[in-house]
């Protein structure tokens, strides 16, 4: 399976974490920040996945550490779960 997080039309940290909302198919009660997601996808996935993160370049510089922040979980998720593959492009 393969989940794509695009960047492009994101413009606030809210509009982030319901982005990933609804990507990643995330329960109602998602704490709408970094360790909640980390919460909801380590060992989430039972079978290989990638995960394709788009545009992370194009946020606002507002946004720019909260994405940072988006890579380095991901890249984390990829060490330590291996069914899960990350690729980042610009």
Known sequence: ???TIDLKSVSTL???HEH???IFSLPEYYGMNMDALWD???CAFEEPVV???LNTASVPAA???SVKILCSL???LE???ENVTVVVQE
């Open 1 to 3: 399976m393969k989940y």
């Open 14 to 16: 809210h509009q982030l």
């Open 20 to 22: 990933l909302k609804q």
């Open 40 to 42: 909801c996808l380590f």
């Open 51 to 53: 995960i394709e993160l």
């Open 63 to 65: 946004l720019a550490n």
């Open 74 to 76: 991901l890249k984390r």
């Open 79 to 81: 060490v330590e779960d």
